[in-house]
């Protein structure tokens, strides 16, 4: 008999998740026979003319999404490739967030997001501490579109924090605002993607314990 196909959408939060989504997650999940589908949140729908797509603002805005494309009956599982980095302070979960260990916290997020959304093929992932954090995890293969010193800044930032997750969230030293300082010629839809790609999902979750413990629901 044959198995009937499983049907998985990623909401994605900008261009560059949605071209690592298209490059490196969906693949992987359609080896593991998922017909997966991807779109971007839409920022704001004007009276005239199309939405604009991109960026995360607000929990209005993501509930809208989420809700419209939970009418689909025939999709399986929704998830979400979301930064934890400047994730909406109104959002579920965000304000009584638990001290201490990070990966807590951010669990802690996402349990309180698929509460209030209410429907089990809903599964939201938010990547810590934003999506540039693979790209620290893929230094080596940035080295080489870029230059070695920079992938030897990359890894230094990575031992010291204990990870590429672990690289902080501050304005000014979030994943993102660090390749930038760094390399001010960094195409963060490009570079990255690339360096990712080159990388492999093996490799990057075997550095990365909160994007393999997503990944891992979709094996199971």
Same mark, same amino acid.
């Given at each position: ?129 934003? @999506? ?71 490799? @990057? ?16």
């Amino acid at each position: 008999m044959t198995r009937a196909l499983r049907r998985l959408h990623l909401l994605v939060e900008g261009q560059t998740e949605e071209v690592v989504a298209d490059l490196v997650i969906r693949p992987h999940l359609e080896r593991l026979g998922w017909t997966t589908s991807l779109s971007l949140v839409k920022t704001k729908r004007p009276a005239a003319g199309p939405a604009h797509k991109g960026g995360i603002t607000g929990w209005r805005q993501v509930e809208r999404d989420v809700r419209l494309l939970l009418n689909d009956t025939s999709l399986d599982v929704l998830t979400t490739l979301f930064d934890y980095y400047a994730f909406p302070d109104e959002c579920p979960g965000m304000a009584d967030r638990p001290p201490g260990d990070v990966y807590r916290r951010v669990e802690h997020v996402e349990r309180c997001l698929a509460e209030v959304v209410g429907d089990r093929r809903f599964r939201p992932n938010l990547v810590l501490h934003e @999506l540039e954090a693979w790209v620290f995890a893929a230094a080596d293969e940035l080295g080489l579109l870029l230059g070695v010193e920079l992938a030897e800044r990359l890894k230094r930032d990575v031992a010291a924090a204990g990870g590429p997750e672990l690289v902080n969230d501050g304005p000014a030293t979030a994943p993102s605002k660090r390749l930038l300082a760094y390399c001010p010629t960094y195409l963060k839809t490009s570079d990255g993607p690339i360096a990712v790609e080159e990388l492999g999902v093996a490799r @990057l979750r075997a550095v990365c314990p909160h994007l393999d413990a997503w990944l891992r629901t979709f094996e199971e």
